[in-house]
């Protein structure tokens, strides 16, 4: 049996927590490191590295000027220009969570109609592959995790190279509530045989050099405040605004972002 469950998005944790996997933990070092939106209210899971879902542009063919918000992806401008995965992959439906929050449910949805009747192209691949598209022209612009350029950028392929070289990455809403940002976290079992062992083990997470090697073999975020990146490509991003969403909304709104997702064909 396991003590502890590590995974990617706070909508699987959720889903986790949803099915009684978690049990609420309290833990000092992790209350006092980790920041307040990357501990859920009851403690049953928490983020550790965070990823952001940015906005990827053919600099070519479109105007970053008109692509800076979430929202602009809906806009009539970008008709038949935008790329995406699936929507009912997670990341999309932790984005939606997260914009339902910030926008309430009726602008969010017609956000997503808008997105929607803005497609290229039917939702298909994962996120590297529209990445790859919008280099090749076939979308104007994508929304991609952050690591996935991050990983295109370290590579010495004459491809992606090029695919590089033709996109630019956004940091979205960065005059509003910030770049959606998620997760990689973890949560200890309810049957853990080792809960203290557990414990511990997610309170290392959070030191200094766990933050560093943990963040960066993903390409993401310490999360932990003033922990230093070993990694130069991601550095070399710079720094932007990011959401401060408390991550257990990215969960609570799973349901109404997958029920809106049905409602405007986002599939
Ligand atoms: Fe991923």
Not at 39 to 52: H, K
Request: glycine content about 8%; hydrophobic content about 40%; some cysteine.
């Amino acid at each position: 049996p396991a003590d502890v469950l590590v995974t990617v998005d706070a909508g699987r944790l959720w889903r986790a927590e949803q099915m009684g996997l978690f049990q609420p933990i309290e833990s000092k070092v992790l209350a006092e490191r980790l920041p307040a939106h990357m501990r859920t209210p009851d403690n049953q899971w928490f983020g550790f590295s965070a990823r952001a879902r940015v906005i990827i542009y053919n600099k070519a063919a479109v105007n970053p000027a008109d692509v800076q918000n979430y929202e602009d992806l809906a806009h009539p401008k970008l008709k038949g220009k935008v790329c995406t995965r699936s929507g009912s992959h997670i990341y999309n439906l932790s984005l939606m969570s997260a914009l339902i929050e910030h926008l309430g449910e009726t602008k969010a949805e017609q956000w997503a109609k808008g997105v929607v009747a803005n497609f290229a192209r039917a939702p298909k691949g994962g996120d590297t592959d529209q990445i790859r598209a919008v280099a090749a022209g076939e979308c104007g612009v994508a929304i991609s995790n952050s690591y996935y350029y991050v990983r295109l950028m370290k590579s010495t392929k004459p491809e992606d190279r090029k695919a590089i070289a033709a996109t630019g990455l956004i940091w979205p809403n960065q005059k509003s509530f910030g770049t959606h940002m998620n997760v990689s976290g973890a949560g200890v079992i309810k049957t853990a045989p080792n809960r203290a062992a557990a414990i511990r083990f997610l309170e290392y997470l959070t030191s200094d050099s766990a933050q560093t090697y943990f963040a960066s073999g993903n390409n993401e975020w310490p999360v932990v405040k003033n922990v230093p990146l070993d990694n130069k490509a991601l550095e070399s991003l710079g720094k932007f605004k990011m959401d401060t969403l408390n991550i257990s909304a990215l969960g609570r709104n799973q349901p109404a972002a997958q029920k809106i997702f049905d409602r405007v064909g986002y599939k």
